[in-house]
């Protein structure tokens, strides 16, 4: 079992979360994770380490080392995409693409739709 299998359990534990729901909310492939788990990968792809990381709001250097550095400022008139505030409701779909893809969603129209998704689950029962 890699190091960074521990870390992305500990990751789920602490979210109250199993490795097979991360899966489903993020789109990654549960095999990932059982590859991972068994040693046959010792770490993941850069992209599937980023998306992961964003999901519970820690740096890629952590899944890889454990050690949670200090990220750079963010540049001048650019900002950060609230990722893991908005996770319970992020799923796989266009909300996910939509956010990975246009970094000009300002936290405004981010709420708005995140009280859309909230609003239509209720109706929905779920």
Do not use: W
């Not at 549960?30 to 993941?44: I, V």
């Not at 899944?63 to 796989?92: C, H, I, M, S």
């Amino acid at each position: 079992m890699s190091n960074m299998y521990e870390r992305i359990v500990d990751l789920c534990n602490g979210a109250g979360i199993k490795p097979g729901k991360l899966c489903a909310e993020t789109g990654l492939s549960r095999g990932m994770l059982t590859d991972l788990k068994m040693g046959r990968t010792k770490e993941l792809s850069a992209k599937n380490s980023r998306i992961i990381a964003d999901y519970f709001g820690v740096s890629v250097d952590y899944l890889l080392t454990g050690e949670q550095k200090e990220k750079a400022p963010t540049p001048e008139g650019e900002r950060e995409l609230p990722f893991a505030n908005y996770r319970d409701v992020l799923q796989e779909g266009g909300i996910r693409l939509l956010l990975d893809a246009d970094a000009k969603v300002s936290k405004a129209d981010l709420d708005d739709i995140v009280e859309f998704i909230k609003f239509k689950q209720r109706k929905n029962g779920r």
